[in-house]
C-alpha cells in the first residue's frame, strides 16, 4: 500500500465518480482519472498507476453496460463481436507500444480528433437520428468488427486515450445507430478490452487493490448515474458531451506534446 493520505484518497475516489459518469456517457473518462492517479501516486511506476486504472474503470464501464443493454436498443451479440475483435486488436496495441514513440503519434490523433469534431459540429443530426432503422448489412456489420474492434482494439492498447469517444463516433457512423445507442453498444465492446488488459496487469502484480477498491465504488456509481442520464435525456445531450470531451482530448494531447 503507497503512503497516500485520506484526503488524497478522497478526491481521487470524487475524481473516479466523475470519470465514470464521463465515460458512461460518450467515453474518455480516463482522461480525468489517469492524470489524477499520477498525481496522487507520484512515486509509483507507470505500471502500477494504469494496473490500478484498469482496475478502477472496469466497474463503471459494466455498471454503465448492464444499464445500457437493459433499456436501450443494444445488439449484446454484435457488441460482443466487436468487443472479441478489440480485445485482440488491444493485445497487439501492448505488444507494439514498447516501439512506437507516441510523440509521433499525438499530432495524427490531435488531426483525426480536429477533423472528427468539426464533422460532429457541421452535421448537428449526426447522432441524433437513425439514418437506416433497418438492422445494419453483414458487410457494416464486418467493418464495425475490423474498424471498431480491431482498429481501435489496436489503439487501446499502443495508447489509449479517447477510445470510448473514438468507438462512439465509429459505431454512430458505421453502423448508423443514435449516439445513445452506440454509448451502450461501446461500453459492451470496453468491458471487453478492459478485461484482458486487467488480467494481465493482475498477473504481473501492478494493480493496488487498497487503492483501487474505494475508486471503484464511486467509479461504478458515476457509470450507472451516467447511463441513466443519457437514457433519459437522449442523443442530444450525449452529442454535446461528445463535444466537450472531444475538445478536452485535443487539449490534453496538446499539453502531452508540447507543454509537457
Keep these: ?17 466523475a470519470a465514470g459518469w ?11 482519472q489517469l492524470p489524477a492517479l499520477l498525481v496522487g501516486l507520484p512515486h509509483m511506476a ?5 494496473g490500478t486504472n484498469k482496475a478502477v474503470a472496469i466497474w463503471g464501464t459494466s455498471a454503465a453496460a448492464v444499464a445500457y443493454a437493459r433499456k436501450a436498443p443494444v ?4 457488441a460482443a463481436r466487436i468487443g472479441l475483435a478489440a ?3 488491444s493485445l497487439a496495441g501492448a505488444f ?10 499525438r499530432p495524427l490523433i490531435m488531426a483525426v480528433l480536429l477533423a472528427v469534431l468539426a464533422f460532429v459540429l457541421l452535421r448537428p443530426t449526426f ?14 456489420v464486418l467493418a464495425a468488427i475490423l474498424v471498431a474492434g480491431l482498429v481501435i482494439g489496436f489503439y487501446d492498447g499502443l495508447i489509449g486515450p479517447g477510445t470510448g469517444t473514438f468507438l462512439v463516433l465509429a459505431l454512430a457512423g458505421i453502423l448508423h445507430m443514435n449516439l445513445v445507442t452506440a454509448s451502450g453498444t461501446a461500453k459492451i465492446v470496453n468491458v471487453c478490452t478492459n478485461v484482458g488488459a486487467l488480467v494481465t496487469f493482475t498477473a504481473q502484480g501492478a494493480v493496488l487493490w487498497q487503492v483501487a477498491a474505494p475508486m471503484a465504488v464511486f ?10 442520464m443519457a437514457l433519459k435525456r437522449g442523443s442530444g445531450f450525449v452529442r454535446g458531451v461528445l463535444v466537450v470531451v472531444v475538445l478536452a482530448l485535443v487539449c490534453k494531447l496538446a499539453y502531452d506534446q508540447w507543454g509537457g
Design 1 to 17: 500500500m503507497p503512503d497516500i493520505s485520506l484526503t488524497t484518497l478522497a478526491v481521487l475516489c470524487l475524481t473516479a465518480a
Design 22 to 32: 464521463i465515460d458512461a456517457v460518450v467515453g474518455g473518462g480516463g482522461l480525468l
Design 46 to 50: 507507470p505500471a502500477h498507476v494504469l
Design 75 to 78: 445488439d449484446v451479440r454484435t
Design 87 to 89: 480485445l485482440g486488436g
Design 96 to 105: 507494439f507500444a514498447a516501439g512506437i514513440d507516441s510523440a509521433v503519434l
Design 127 to 140: 447522432g441524433t437520428t437513425v439514418a437506416d432503422p433497418a438492422p445494419p448489412t453483414g458487410r457494416r
Design 219 to 228: 467509479n461504478l456509481a458515476g457509470g450507472a448515474l451516467g447511463a441513466r
